[in-house]
């Protein structure tokens, strides 16, 4: 008899901790996401969760555990992983001095992007900042710089998407813009993305995760989620932040 297909994972958290001196920043995380998937992780400051994006976006490294993400391990195959993953935070890493355009070829170069030109023009435009293109990236208002900042993290077609609050700063056109882009290329990617918006978070996600001192409160896919429930167990970790 046939066995059914495996689902390939775009995650694979094993015991994963993090401390920095006497703080547990992670504690023993373990969670496994599907390829395709999109992950709201929410918690209170001081959670873990900066952290846990940084050492599965091979930013930061474990103290214990271990992380692999599309089946490369974060600390063995990092080099290789960087090619495989986009990162959005409140740190856009553009540079301030050249062009929107200018930015998205210096990152082109990197990733050795076949048809680069098409590949920006397409991205400027989803962003709606073409009419910008040749305007240095210190001109623009924050929302513009985080939109630049996705254009920059898709620019390579990234197995795994990471967003550490990408809706923070944004305008309402701006979430507008966002919220398009990421329906556009759902089905492309795999989301992890750190949010304070429940209502947002759960909007988007496919499976949530609530954490804690470091802590797995809850891992769950959606259709398994009551959202009283849920709702009621992030307001009791909201007291347990750490400072």
């Given at each position: 008899?046939?066995?059914?297909?495996?689902?390939?994972?775009?995650?694979?958290?094993?015991?994963?901790?993090?401390?920095?001196?006497?703080?547990?920043a992670?504690?023993?995380?373990?969670?496994?996401?599907?390829q395709?998937?999109?992950?709201?992780?929410?918690?209170?400051?001081?959670?873990?969760?900066?952290?846990?994006?940084?050492?599965l976006?091979?930013?930061?490294?474990?103290?214990?555990?271990?992380?692999?993400?599309?089946?490369?391990?974060?600390?063995q195959d990092?080099?290789e992983?960087r090619?495989?993953?986009?990162?959005?935070?409140?740190?856009?890493?553009?540079?301030?001095?050249?062009?929107?355009?200018?930015?998205?070829?210096?990152?082109?170069?990197?990733?050795?992007?076949?048809?680069?030109?098409?590949?920006?023009?397409?991205?400027?435009?989803?962003?709606?900042?073409?009419?910008?293109?040749?305007?240095?990236?210190?001109?623009f208002?924050?929302?513009?710089?985080?939109?630049?900042?996705?254009?920059?993290?898709?620019?390579?077609?990234p197995?795994?998407?990471?967003l550490?609050?990408?809706?923070?700063?944004?305008?309402?056109?701006?979430?507008?813009?966002l919220?398009?882009?990421?329906?556009?290329?759902?089905?492309?990617?795999?989301?992890?993305?750190?949010?304070?918006?429940?209502?947002?978070?759960?909007?988007?996600?496919?499976?949530?995760?609530i954490?804690?001192k470091g802590?797995?409160?809850?891992?769950?896919?959606?259709?398994?989620?009551?959202?009283?429930?849920?709702?009621?167990t992030?307001?009791?970790?909201?007291?347990?932040?750490?400072?």
């Amino acid at each position: 008899m046939a066995q059914p297909p495996t689902t390939q994972l775009a995650l694979e958290v094993r015991d994963l901790s993090r401390t920095f001196g006497v703080r547990k920043a992670l504690d023993k995380v373990n969670f496994e996401l599907p390829q395709g998937a999109f992950l709201s992780i929410f918690g209170p400051n001081g959670a873990g969760k900066t952290t846990m994006l940084k050492v599965l976006s091979t930013l930061t490294g474990a103290s214990k555990g271990s992380a692999k993400v599309v089946g490369l391990d974060v600390v063995q195959d990092a080099v290789e992983l960087r090619n495989r993953i986009g990162f959005i935070s409140h740190n856009p890493l553009l540079y301030p001095d050249l062009t929107a355009q200018e930015n998205l070829e210096f990152f082109a170069d990197l990733y050795c992007i076949d048809e680069a030109p098409d590949r920006i023009h397409e991205l400027l435009t989803a962003v709606e900042l073409d009419h910008r293109r040749l305007d240095a990236v210190r001109t623009f208002s924050r929302g513009m710089i985080q939109r630049l900042s996705i254009a920059r993290s898709l620019l390579h077609k990234p197995d795994v998407i990471f967003l550490d609050e990408p809706y923070s700063g944004l305008d309402p056109h701006a979430m507008d813009i966002l919220d398009s882009l990421i329906a556009q290329v759902r089905d492309q990617h795999t989301f992890v993305m750190i949010s304070h918006d429940l209502t947002k978070g759960l909007e988007l996600c496919s499976h949530a995760l609530i954490l804690a001192k470091g802590k797995v409160v809850l891992f769950a896919e959606k259709e398994a989620i009551d959202p009283d429930v849920f709702s009621a167990t992030y307001r009791q970790t909201v007291g347990m932040g750490v400072s």
